[in-house]
């Protein structure tokens, strides 16, 4: 069973300060998502990163693939009350027809 | 108009309750899913369906069952409705991406389901 470990699960902030959110596993992945939920609201997806050692940025938001493709990190710089919201990585096995594996999410808060 | 649509938003049933929860997509992808999110759990893949004549189940497919009517809808039925089934269910669909190398998947607005 493919497994998909995400951290830390709650972060509370103040605007302007950095941070990073994990997702690890032991299983390789053949691409790896991040979405941002509202609340109220389905996931959207930010970015997808496919190749090892892949960086993509978006803005503020760095996501990062690691080099063996099984984790990914988040980093947020100058972080604004806007970014508020839940966090979630999936893991795409592309060989079981593109399911997804979510890391259980991170709530994350900032503080004007 | 959203690409994927869900009804109903909200719902409200008791205990031994038939429920239907259904889904809707422009999106022209043949693949859809469904999944329950609680607290602390992530998104849970109940059941998935690669086109109209594939349905596969998910993780957690124990209390329901789906129906994929045509290409653009996929519903999902809890046909006895029971208190720990409350969560919120959300509708995706998933298109190639990236010259076809990974997919993506697109999610509804969710409906959230209270058993009493």
Same mark, same amino acid.
Request: glycine share 10%; proline share 4%.
């Given at each position: 069973t493919q497994l998909l470990e995400q951290s830390p699960q709650f972060l509370s902030i103040q605007e302007g300060e950095n941070l990073t959110v994990y997702c690890n596993s032991s299983s390789v992945f053949s691409s790896l998502q991040w979405y941002r939920q509202e609340p109220g609201e389905g996931p959207v997806l930010l970015v997808t990163v496919v190749t090892g050692g892949e960086v993509k940025k978006l803005k503020r938001l760095t996501f990062q693939f690691g080099d063996a493709r099984k984790d990914s990190s988040l980093h947020i710089t100058?972080? =604004?009350?806007?970014?508020?919201g839940l966090y979630l990585c999936a893991g795409e096995?592309?060989? =079981?027809?593109g399911k997804l594996i979510f890391g259980q999410g991170t709530e994350l808060s900032v503080k004007p | 108009d959203a690409d994927v649509t869900q009804t109903p938003r909200n719902r409200i049933t008791k205990t031994g309750k038939r429920i239907m929860l259904e889904c809707s997509q422009?999106?022209?992808?043949?693949r859809m899913y469904w999944y329950r999110q609680d607290p602390g759990l992530g998104l849970r893949l109940i059941y998935y369906s690669f086109d109209v004549k594939d349905i596969n189940k998910g993780e957690i497919s124990d209390g329901y069952s789906v129906s994929?009517?045509?290409?653009a809808k996929f519903s999902l039925s809890l046909e006895s409705a029971i208190p720990n089934q409350t969560a919120l269910y959300f509708c995706a669909t998933s298109g190639l991406a990236g010259g076809g190398s990974y997919n993506e998947q697109f999610f509804g607005p969710g409906t959230r389901l209270t058993v009493l």
């Amino acid at each position: 069973t493919q497994l998909l470990e995400q951290s830390p699960q709650f972060l509370s902030i103040q605007e302007g300060e950095n941070l990073t959110v994990y997702c690890n596993s032991s299983s390789v992945f053949s691409s790896l998502q991040w979405y941002r939920q509202e609340p109220g609201e389905g996931p959207v997806l930010l970015v997808t990163v496919v190749t090892g050692g892949e960086v993509k940025k978006l803005k503020r938001l760095t996501f990062q693939f690691g080099d063996a493709r099984k984790d990914s990190s988040l980093h947020i710089t100058a972080a =604004q009350p806007g970014d508020t919201g839940l966090y979630l990585c999936a893991g795409e096995d592309y060989n =079981q027809g593109g399911k997804l594996i979510f890391g259980q999410g991170t709530e994350l808060s900032v503080k004007p | 108009d959203a690409d994927v649509t869900q009804t109903p938003r909200n719902r409200i049933t008791k205990t031994g309750k038939r429920i239907m929860l259904e889904c809707s997509q422009t999106k022209g992808h043949d693949r859809m899913y469904w999944y329950r999110q609680d607290p602390g759990l992530g998104l849970r893949l109940i059941y998935y369906s690669f086109d109209v004549k594939d349905i596969n189940k998910g993780e957690i497919s124990d209390g329901y069952s789906v129906s994929r009517q045509a290409q653009a809808k996929f519903s999902l039925s809890l046909e006895s409705a029971i208190p720990n089934q409350t969560a919120l269910y959300f509708c995706a669909t998933s298109g190639l991406a990236g010259g076809g190398s990974y997919n993506e998947q697109f999610f509804g607005p969710g409906t959230r389901l209270t058993v009493l």
